[in-house]
């Protein structure tokens, strides 16, 4: 199973995302269906499903959010992989901590280290070949969430799909 832990923005906020991304954001790459759009915490990469159970176990020890809310209001680009983002111009050191957290609840599992440094992101496009131009209007939407999400990517004739696998909504209970 091909995993990361994610924030899942409110169904209305993924609605405003998208009508802001149409309206100003353009790009030559591919958009993210606003059904996909996530904030990742913690890529594990391919976890075998016998731990996961145990990995299910290590986070409902966990303090985690319950509700919560971040302002989308930065622009970035990453040229390789061509990938176009909004996310939180302030720092963010609890969800920098919350990522670590539920990174090395991944590795007690035996998933993969992440060696990036953190950055809270929501990708619009992937595979741009060239730098877009800055919005004409900068972001400035909420991105409300319940808890933290534990997805599954999975490859099919559409496309790529992220299915919620188990939910946390704080306070160490889950939902499998």
Same mark, same amino acid.
């Given at each position: 199973?091909?995993?990361?832990?994610?924030?899942?923005?409110?169904?209305?906020?993924?609605?405003?995302?998208?009508?802001?991304?149409?309206?100003?954001?353009?790009?030559?790459?591919?958009?993210?269906?606003?059904?996909?759009?996530?904030?990742?915490?913690?890529?594990?990469?391919?976890?075998?499903?016998?731990?996961?159970?145990?990995?299910?176990?290590?986070?409902?020890?966990?303090?985690?959010?319950?509700?919560?809310?971040?302002?989308?209001?930065?622009?970035?680009?990453?040229? %390789?992989? +061509? &990938?176009?983002?909004?996310?939180? $111009? *302030?720092?963010?050191?609890?969800?920098? /901590?919350?990522?670590?957290?539920?990174?090395?609840?991944?590795?007690?599992?035996?998933?993969?280290?992440?060696?990036?440094?953190?950055?809270?992101?929501?990708?619009?496009?992937?595979?741009?070949?060239?730098?877009?131009?800055?919005?004409?209007?900068?972001?400035?939407?909420?991105?409300?969430?319940?808890?933290?999400?534990?997805?599954?990517?999975?490859?099919? %004739?559409? +496309? &790529?799909?992220?299915?919620?696998? $188990? *939910?946390?909504?704080?306070?160490?209970? /889950?939902?499998?």
């Amino acid at each position: 199973m091909r995993l990361f832990f994610g924030l899942d923005p409110l169904a209305g906020d993924k609605r405003a995302i998208d009508s802001w991304r149409q309206r100003v954001a353009t790009a030559d790459g591919r958009p993210v269906p606003p059904a996909n759009f996530h904030l990742t915490l913690a890529f594990l990469g391919e976890v075998d499903e016998r731990h996961l159970e145990a990995l299910c176990d290590t986070v409902d020890d966990l303090a985690l959010p319950g509700t919560g809310e971040l302002r989308l209001d930065r622009v970035g680009y990453w040229p %390789r992989p +061509g &990938i176009l983002w909004i996310g939180p $111009a *302030a720092p963010q050191p609890a969800l920098e /901590s919350l990522a670590g957290d539920l990174g090395r609840a991944g590795q007690a599992v035996g998933a993969r280290r992440e060696r990036r440094r953190f950055v809270p992101h929501l990708t619009l496009y992937r595979g741009c070949r060239v730098p877009p131009p800055a919005p004409a209007e900068p972001p400035d939407l909420p991105f409300r969430f319940r808890g933290v999400t534990l997805f599954e990517s999975r490859r099919g %004739r559409d +496309g &790529i799909r992220y299915e919620p696998v $188990a *939910a946390w909504e704080g306070g160490g209970f /889950s939902q499998r």
